[in-house]
């Protein structure tokens, strides 16, 4: 059975930005951006390093979550993973 599930992720650059992407195989997707292969973003913002990831039914709705992602402020997306238990700054590269 193939597996159609795919994920919304979010990431830690160096510079202490985000970047959200999507994916059907994050680690595989976080080595890319690590590799300087990934986004052009994050080429030059290399190490990153993974903070959250969101599985959803589908592609399509993985992209759906991502625009919605990437329309947050910084202080929301700030809010999102802190909601989530996750504190990012303990993970300054």
Not at 14 to 21: A, E, K, L
Not at 31 to 56: D, F
Not at 68 to 92: C, F, H, P, T
Request: proline share 1%; aromatic share 10%.
């Amino acid at each position: 059975m193939e597996n159609n599930k795919y994920y919304v992720y979010m990431l830690l650059c160096h510079d202490r930005t985000f970047y959200t992407g999507t994916s059907n195989d994050v680690a595989k997707r976080v080595a890319t951006h690590n590799s300087g292969k990934g986004a052009k973003y994050t080429k030059t913002r290399r190490p990153v390093k993974l903070m959250y990831t969101e599985e959803l039914a589908d592609k399509s709705a993985a992209l759906k979550r991502e625009i919605a992602i990437k329309k947050l402020s910084r202080q929301q997306k700030e809010a999102l993973l802190e909601n989530q238990g996750i504190n990012w700054r303990d993970y300054l590269i």
